[in-house]
């Protein structure tokens, strides 16, 4: 049965997928290139980031037959497995190679140390060819390599424990030591293995210093892998000094790092800022890793793929951003290597420079803008070299930053009109989102491209995919006929239907994008779906968090100095008042003007959004002749485009829902207007109150 499932799978996911390669290798093992299933499949999550790896769930999203599909990182088990199979790797390659210059068999080897173990165990030269022997040799037998599991074995613990008795390492070479510790990662922790290697740190600690450069690089990356696995921060104070003396401008000026050894160093501080992080350590500090990244030459020293994705990576774990002409330069060398993997990874450097862009923003309250143009400009040059599915991430990638760049958006989709043959395996909803967030004009055979596949692959396609792409057409253009086979498709899909509201999440984003997409659908009066709307929709639990989220927010002190502010101006506590509205997930502040265009007692106008921010259609035209509603709404930054001083496309279609609704004006209130003194609020929002046209005020 579990097969089964793993062949529907794969058949219903693209050969070329990212799914579709692991289900073949577990699903078809006849046509697998390796022998073990298990390992092929891993083999294919190795070519990926382990730090987050596309991965899907499959389970009844209602009594049909749909499937829900997700994104998720990582558990620590499955980031352990591919951590234990890489050490496995790395052990196989090293202990052959070793073994090779021996000359004898495994069980030549096996065999002459259990016959004559007091000969072999006079040094370590002697015992390391057994372990390493015996260690290929449970590899190789083990049912548990199918697992990745560590081994065990009493041979290998017997063997440790025979060079800590007999004081073996006395008398070692800094290799054959750096060895014992490639076998360390993969031996099941016990209170014996954690003794030895706990004496193991103090003589490395006291012979450190002797040792070459590559060897003490060598032996930082295996103490950090050994520090995971057994939870103890080993060497540490030695690494940091060691590290910290290497990246220091008099190691660079005497030219005692350079060439290969500036890629070593770039490796293992990959590797201990990594680390650092993860386990509280201090291997590396930061700023003297930043300091070493402004002083480090990149143009003489990185020319491989490898090496350049191993120095972004860097820059990525202490977040220093990747001068713009660099990250340029970089690109090209990982794109000229042509093959997908490094394509990808090129994808990833233009995210990671984004993201940290962004946080930059949230922790210093800035964002550099002129960067992230210039890597704008760089993905424009390069776009077209990227598979459709990067081109897309990455432009959407920028959308959610608030940048705006319409060039960038139209070549990407002429890329996507020509070359797209899925929508959800080449991310047709996120382009669509962009175009929105971005508020670009969406051309007609874009929109034609999208429909055409959607009706195409129909259920095949996730619900929250095909309501993110309902939804935000309906923002971004309203209601079109040429949207009717992706809206029957959405409401198809079981994600509206009662038993899935019953079932779904409270706090998934599912919840606040169908009560958007009803808003829209109500707020239009596009009657054959409203229809289609639950009766039960509102009440759904997952719906109603978010419906008490809001009413809090219009709680906040924020919305409260504006409505405070607004009640003086016109009046009275009674002249307006904080609504919350549901379908764009803002509260406003209202008031009404009668038809001599005097406020109003709000008492006496119905809500067009109830105490909870839902519609309330039958209340849309509920006013007497000449009335008229008035919105004020604050304005965040993330409301406006980091590179154009104007609404977002998502702002400006919540402007325009609110048009929609019946209110004439809508007043925009800055946020760091409200943030100042309330007599500069005051002093603003009468000021803005007066352009409405007509309107009479108080003199007070």
Known sequence: MFYSALRYVYRSCSRHSFVGRITQCLAQPSQCHQSLRFTCAVSQLRRRSPHKIWGWTMGRLTTGTELSYSTKKLTENEYNVIIIRRNQDHLEREAKEYLLQDGRSEAEIISDYENEAREAEKDLGGLLPYI????????????????????????????????????????????????????????????????????????????????????????????????????????????????????????????????????????????????????????????????FLQELKFDSEFSEPREVYRYVSLCKNVEYLVPSDILWKGLEILLCDGTEEYKIRAFLCIKWMLGLAQKQKLNKGFMDVQYVTELAEIFKKHASLLPLRQQIGITWEFSVMNYSDHEMLLKVAENFVANAQDIDGDGGHSLVHAYLLMDCNTDIAFLKKVVDLVQNQGRNIPPFKLLSISCDLMCHHGYYELFSGILDSCFQSGLMKEESLNVMKPKGNACIRIVELCGRLEIEQIDKYVKKIPPSLYKADGIQYFAEKLKNICQHSSKKAVLEAVQTILGGPHMARVTPVLPIYRPIVEFCLNELNEPVDMKLVPRVFDENGFLKMENMSALPERWRRIAVWILHDEDFFINKPVLTGEAKADKKFLYQAGYTEVLKVPFSMVKGKSASLHKFLKEELKKIPHIRLSNN
């Open 132 to 291: 390493y022997a015996v260690s290929l040799k449970c590899l190789r037998d083990s049912p548990t390599y199918q697992n990745t599991h560590l081994l065990q074995d009493d041979r290998l613990s017997s063997a440790l424990l025979t060079i800590l008795d007999k004081g073996l390492m006395e008398e070692s070479f800094p290799r054959q030591l750096i060895g014992l510790l490639l076998v360390g990662v993969l031996i099941q922790p016990s209170p014996e293995i954690l003794q030895f290697y706990k004496e193991l740190e103090r003589h490395m600690s006291q012979v450190w210093s002797e040792w070459h450069v590559k060897i003490r690089i060598d032996a930082c990356h295996r103490w950090l892998r050994l520090s995971v696995l057994h939870k103890q921060n080993y060497l540490e104070e030695q690494i940091r000094i060691f590290l910290k003396h290497l990246m220091s401008e008099a190691e660079l000026e005497r030219k005692e790092l350079g060439g290969k050894e500036i890629h070593w160093l770039v490796s293992v501080l990959k590797s201990a800022t990594h680390y650092s992080c993860e386990l509280g350590g201090k291997w590396v500090d930061e700023n003297d890793v930043r300091h």
